[in-house]
């Protein structure tokens, strides 16, 4: 089998159970639809990130605050941070990262629209709720920072006013909630949604 890197020498020492690099490009394969020399790349760039192998909530915010420097990216960060720590260790390795650009870039519309909800899904419930849009959406506005809005700034009415917008156009059964299947119902018929969504994919690599 093809290993990532032969010397592990000036890697951070790690509790002995993060595994700090995997066990084969073979393996990565398997579980990702990305070629040996897309991985190999892509290891190379989170290596330069990330030379412990393992990323930290307080590491991954230090990274997204270079990408946004006039922002506020704590909240918007935890909640990315979420959708890639999959197994809830406190940090995520390069495979939850490469099998979450996996399902981003490569995947289905429903499995990217299923990741999408979950990562919205900030409270693990299963279900989507106005107030949980109004918190996701401020943490958006937060981390493209002030002088993105100087026309027009940000106030919390702005805020509940956008999110009720964007909740009732999905809450079709007016039930207060939105579970996977309503988010996927009203994404699935909106074709210039699923245009986005494609065109952001296709950015990510």
């Not at 990330?50 to 270079?66: D, L, N, R």
């Not at 210039?192 to 994919?201: K, R, Y």
């Amino acid at each position: 089998m093809e290993a990532f890197e032969q010397n592990d020498d000036n890697l951070m020492i790690l509790p002995p159970d993060i595994r700090k690099v995997p066990k084969s490009l073979e393996e990565i394969v398997r579980i990702t639809k990305f070629s040996k020399s897309e991985i190999r790349l892509l290891y190379k760039g989170f290596k330069q990130e990330c030379p412990s192998g393992a990323v930290t909530e307080p590491e991954f915010q230090a990274i997204y605050s270079h990408f946004f420097p006039h922002g506020n990216c704590q909240n918007y960060t935890r909640f990315l941070f979420r959708a890639l720590d999959r197994r809830k260790r406190m940090y995520f390795t390069f495979e939850d990262y490469i099998q979450t650009l996996s399902v981003l870039v490569r995947g289905s519309i429903k499995e990217r629209l299923h990741w999408i909800f979950c990562l919205y899904d900030i409270y693990d419930d299963g279900v989507l709720t106005k107030q949980t849009f109004a918190t996701i959406l401020r943490s958006i506005y937060d981390l493209l920072g002030p002088n993105m809005f100087i026309h027009q700034p940000i106030t919390d009415e702005t805020i509940e006013k956008h999110s009720a917008l964007i909740f009732d156009k999905l809450d079709l059964h007016h039930s207060g909630t939105i579970d996977l299947d309503d988010f996927e119902n009203y994404c699935l018929r909106n074709e210039q949604l699923i245009e986005t969504i494609d065109s952001l994919s296709s950015n990510l690599v």
